[in-house]
């Protein structure tokens, strides 16, 4: 990979990410692409758990919740630089440390099995903060050293992520993608990844300031939600990963989601999707959030292959 990380931009975002860390803590707004909202309460989904455990139906959704699903997905490109047809992606997100438990240890042993050219991951490898960032960070460990990847891992936060989970992933050798960009070359040819901080809780200028700065070359934006797609098309990126909406984590039958999580683009909430000329893919994580249950929902890792169109 090549890019240099600008200490005195990193130290303004470090100041001004744990102030509003500091400030959604003490109140209940959260700072998102359409100004400050106040967060939802908590109270539908403690008696949504509670529901389930009097009917039973608590233990099959978090049995459902370890079940998860790998994939692979082509997408295809006319200006993908030749260097790069062929060229592979190993999509993680939202994979929330220890909900459900013993899901990490599980998946592991599937990733030790993987050869991607490069790990991406798109946010909230912690639960409202927790576990603290050098445990999260310990079992994040767990899944890079069991992938064999030629180029290494990308990551950006997510908003249940904190500031100081950023030098203890780096500790582990992970690109973070501040509000910044790295590029990935082969045989004279480049890609440009582009990922910024969260904007559905961390909102600030910064994140659209990011993705309209680079303007030249095949781009891929990583952003933790869906909320910046619309710039980032019009922007002329040709690839948008994402997650964050756990696909809705529990659905109707087919896969409706009850609740996205989204601000906007709510149709953009699971799977593979086009707008504009920018593909794009929502991940729906590997972990829940509460309660740690799934329904018609399956948790996923996502191994993406790039390919030229003949």
Not at 262 to 272: E, F, N, Q, V
């Amino acid at each position: 990979m090549h890019s240099e990380i600008d200490i005195a931009a990193r130290k303004t975002w470090n100041e001004t990410r744990s102030r509003l860390e500091t400030t959604q803590a003490k109140e209940r707004d959260r700072s998102s692409v359409h100004g400050s909202i106040k967060r939802n309460s908590k109270l539908p989904y403690h008696a949504f758990h509670t529901l389930l455990r009097l009917t039973g139906l608590y233990a099959v959704g978090e049995r459902n919740a370890r079940a998860t699903r790998f994939r692979e997905i082509d997408f295809t490109f006319a200006d993908l630089p030749p260097a790069f047809d062929g060229y592979t992606m190993l999509h993680l997100t939202d994979i929330h440390v220890g909900q459900p438990p013993g899901l990490l240890e599980a998946v592991a042993e599937t990733f030790a099995k993987l050869e991607p050219d490069l790990v991406v991951m798109t946010g909230d490898y912690q639960t409202g903060g927790t576990p603290n960032a050098l445990i999260t960070a310990r079992e994040i460990q767990r899944l890079i050293t069991a992938i064999n990847s030629t180029d290494g891992c990308l990551a950006i936060l997510g908003n249940h992520d904190r500031s100081d989970l950023v030098p203890a992933l780096e500790d582990l050798g992970i690109r973070m993608l501040i509000n910044e960009a790295t590029e990935v070359r082969r045989a004279g040819d480049t890609l440009q990844f582009v990922g910024v901080d969260d904007v559905h809780s961390f909102f600030t200028s910064d994140a659209p300031a990011c993705l309209d700065k680079y303007s030249d070359g095949f781009r891929i934006a990583l952003v933790h939600s869906v909320d910046l797609a619309s710039q980032a098309a019009n922007a002329g990126y040709r690839l948008y990963l994402s997650g964050h909406s756990h696909g809705g984590q529990v659905c109707l039958p087919g896969g409706r989601p009850l609740l996205t999580s989204l601000d906007s683009h709510r149709h953009l909430a699971a799977g593979r999707w086009r707008l504009q000329d920018m593909q794009g893919y929502t991940n729906r994580g590997l972990g829940a959030q509460f309660p740690t249950v799934r329904f018609n929902c399956p948790g996923e890792a996502v191994m993406i292959r790039l390919k030229k169109a003949p």
